[in-house]
């Protein structure tokens, strides 16, 4: 069971409202961190819970593999066995697709997931996820909404041509991956066990959209739409995640039904102060501390005051997760993390006096 304290302060942010101080949302990817907290670990999934308890973490989608030096090199496979990735600067990289040409594409197929296995397996080991994280930490079930697992069979140029040239095959590819997405989704509302879900689909990068606006609506939107309506019907609060600068279409996505906005990446032009003005009082915003220079590169005193200004700019009034603008990335050095993690529960505390 979620500590009583850790879960009302979660559930006042979530509603608009001050709980005793600004949750913290974030995603760790980082082995430095497992060491000094749990040295001599031996069971990497019970540190990783452990480290989140020991930072103050309340609520998260999970954690990475923090890979060391001595994985490089180390292929893997996606969970289809399709897609291969090489280990390498203790991060992955796709290396391959399974779909490779658009004749390719003409002839793949595949069927969504089974209704059967989202009610049963995938919610089984949601509920596992669940307890592993408890008490300190809600474990945020999520998904992806199948607009970025249609791309990511075959990669963004080969997509980006097949849109025009095969658009009737993307079109295929889309539906089965939404309904899989949907299913997930629909599962997670009949089960009901958490009152978030987080749907991730990275359609932007720094300072534009990934593919164009009218595009995304008739595709992305669509696909975003459907997956959010069972957990609506349930009562549950959607936290939406894609990198990048998606302001373009951020009212579409609003109008969809999200709740809440991840990662907001100030060096991809996210603006957490616009956002607190436009849109605070019906947004939870999620993350904002930057994680691809600030955190990694950054002094000590860089971080705590970056991190203290976007709490006295965000958490106001609630409605704020305070957190990595993503993850917290293998190069992160120990001491920006526990200053960073530090200075969110100190400085944190409601009211807000900084």
Not at 103 to 118: M, Q
Request: charged fraction near 25%.
């Amino acid at each position: 069971m979620l500590d009583p304290q850790v879960q009302s302060r979660i559930l006042a942010s979530l509603n608009h409202q001050e709980g005793d101080r600004v949750p913290i949302w974030d995603f760790i990817d980082n082995r430095a961190i497992v060491d000094h907290i749990c040295p001599g670990w031996t069971d990497y999934h019970e540190a990783m819970v452990r480290v989140y308890h020991t930072l103050g973490i309340d609520l998260c989608r999970g954690y990475g593999a923090s890979y060391a030096e001595s994985d490089d090199g180390k292929q893997i496979c996606s969970e289809h066995g399709t897609v291969k990735s090489k280990i390498s600067g203790r991060t992955y990289w796709l290396i391959d697709y399974p779909i490779k040409s658009l004749e390719d594409l003409k002839s793949f197929e595949r069927e969504p997931i089974s209704e059967e296995w989202a009610n049963s397996e995938w919610i089984a080991h949601l509920k596992t996820e669940i307890a592993r994280f408890e008490p300190y930490t809600m474990y945020v079930p999520g998904s992806g909404c199948g607009f970025h697992a249609t791309y990511g069979l075959m990669g963004q140029e080969l997509f980006s041509y097949a849109i025009y040239d095969d658009p009737v095959n993307v079109e295929r590819l889309l539906e089965i991956e939404t309904e899989s997405a949907y299913r997930l989704a629909k599962a997670a509302a009949r089960a009901n066990l958490c009152p978030i879900y987080f749907i991730g689909d990275d359609i932007a990068y720094k300072g534009a959209l990934l593919f164009s606006p009218d595009f995304l609506r008739r595709t992305f939107i669509r696909s975003l739409k459907k997956c959010i309506e069972p957990l609506k019907s349930a009562g549950i609060k959607v936290i939406f995640h894609s990198d990048g600068y998606v302001m373009e279409i951020l009212e579409d996505m609003i109008e969809a039904g999200i709740d809440g906005l991840n990662p907001i990446e100030p060096l991809a032009g996210m603006d957490v102060g616009l956002l607190k003005r436009e849109y605070g009082k019906h947004l939870v915003l999620v993350g904002g501390v930057d994680c691809s220079q600030l955190l990694p590169l950054g002094s000590v005193e860089e971080v705590i005051q970056a991190t203290r200004d976007i709490i006295r700019i965000a958490a106001p009034g609630g409605g704020f997760f305070i957190g990595s603008s993503s993850e917290i990335v293998p190069s992160t050095p120990v001491e920006n993390i526990l200053a960073f993690y530090e200075t969110c529960r100190e400085a944190g505390r409601y009211p807000i006096a900084i």
